[in-house]
């Protein structure tokens, strides 16, 4: 018996994007995009497939508060943040950082107020000591009397990512000749659910710089939720799009953005999907995706996250006021 919880309607819309396609050199018939970001709850987004499975088992455990980590603009935060308001649940943040170091008025961070969620500061140490933090405020809540529940970051575990076998299958049934499907690899459970449903050989994972060892990550979700050795080598990996780093802005990310944004209408944002879209971009460029192939772009939402991003508005802005001025 499954303890999965509905928090949307499916399936989300697959939209073909054929002056993109034609504008990478694709036919116009090769390049779709899955809008999970128009996921209904909580201003969209991927994470809300994994909450399913893990806010489902935390009510099945009697929890009665999430608790869960990220950046400051995290959207699985937000969604988190957004499921617990859905369920009648208490949600906990635990993010880096303090509150005078980050922009209180932007982007996740005003949702995340919007839906009820505290915010517990752990201020400038080491963010891979996040976790341990996390689990430290899960032992405060006990001893007030909590049932706390702490889920994973970006929900990437083997129950969450069975999330993206649901996605992936729906993807199937939509667009059955699919022969690639374009995702931004974050925490890994994305990709490990659609390796899940689709196979390594359909799965190509961009890298967004949010964990060290991005194939070690994918293959140990993939292999515990398939029950099968997948080995980190036999994925399809980009790495070639993280430039600085995770939470900084990769100037093939912002054109891809605005190549999205002018040929078909669609944002993106500058931490994961313009990612995607940039890994997919020079994709084609090196032959690895090709024309007649059938490839989708799985946007994982996080338009929120676009506001709060203050390099990405700044440039964005200073764009707007040169187009005008000339």
Known sequence: MSDRIALSTWPTPLEPMPRLATALGLGEDDLWVKRDDLIGLGGGGNKVRKLEWTVGAALAEGADTLVTTGAAQSNHARLTAAAGARVGLDVVLVFPGTPDGTSQGSGNLVLDSLFGARIHWAGDGDPSALGGTAEDVCAHLRRGGAQPCLIPFGGSSPLGAR?????????????????????????????????????????????????????????GLASALTRRDIAPGSLRIRTDQVGAGYGTLHEPVLEAMRTAATTEGIVLDPVYSGRALAGLITAVRDGDIRRGERTVLLHTGGLPGLFGHDETVRRTVTALRSHHSG
Not at 166 to 192: F, I, N, W, Y
């Open 163 to 219: 999330g993206y076998v649901d996605g992936g299958e729906e993807l199937l049934a939509q667009l059955p000749d699919v022969r690639h499907v374009v995702v931004a690899l974050g925490s890994g459970g994305t990709m490990a659910g659609l390796i899940g449903a689709l196979g390594v050989e359909r799965v190509l994972g961009v890298h967004c710089g949010a964990v060290a060892e991005p194939a070690v990550t994918v293959a």
